[in-house]
């Protein structure tokens, strides 16, 4: 019996475990007692590996974004920093980065610039939040999403057993070096952050 056979009977053999179901049923009740975005990326790859209904991926995919978005909101008004050592804040943040890589595929490119700069802000990896400074550099510099992939990121190195792989954080050239290349973005990006800091703080006073 070749590979991809076993895998098919071991999923369809799945769909049929009644104890795998409860533990997925468990699993949902528990995202949506704890709003856990961490616990709903668990569900959503159970699903997806379950070949579920776009119905019922969708329905997570939602809640997913929806928390991830309400957490940043919270992190932003308290001034605090994304903790990538506690499962739920990197799942809050894998969460917000996919949404702007969606956006900057679907060439909202204004949106997908501001997305990758508050991650940038509020990441305090460095290699991380200067690879969201790449990202939004990107953008500024007139690259498209196909045109980023291309001649920018470097996908080809990705791990997929590295637990940042979600995040691209390698590119054709060295990050420091494409950050110098951008200096001109970097500068207006770092402008409207501090622009964007100003106008809080004059809200609060």
């Keep these: 019996m070749n590979q991809e056979n076993q895998e098919q009977i071991d999923l369809e053999a799945l769909k049929k475990d009644k104890e795998f179901q409860e533990n997925l049923k468990l699993l949902e009740s528990e995202m949506k007692a704890e709003e856990s975005i961490a616990k709903g990326y668990q569900l959503l790859d159970a699903k ?84 969201m400074m790449i990202h939004s550099a990107s953008v500024m510099a007139g690259h498209d999403f196909d045109s980023f992939i291309e001649n920018i990121a470097d996908v080809k ?27 001109k973005e970097v500068a207006e990006g770092k402008a409207l952050l501090a622009k964007i800091q100003d106008n809080s703080k004059s809200v609060e006073n």
């Design 48 to 131: 997806l590996l379950m070949e579920a209904s776009q119905e019922e991926i969708n329905e997570i995919f939602t809640f997913i974004v929806n928390k991830a978005f309400d957490r940043l909101s919270e992190t932003l008004s308290q001034q605090q920093k994304f903790d990538m050592s506690d499962p739920e804040q990197w799942a809050t943040a894998r969460a917000i980065y996919e949404h702007g890589i969606q956006r900057y595929s679907e060439n909202d490119l204004k949106g997908a610039k501001e997305i990758f700069l508050v991650l940038y802000y509020l990441i305090q990896e460095q290699e991380l939040s200067d690879a």
């Design 157 to 183: 190195s990705i791990n997929p057993n590295d637990a940042t792989a979600f995040f691209i954080t390698n590119f054709v050239q060295p990050q420091d070096i494409l950050l110098q290349m951008f200096s």
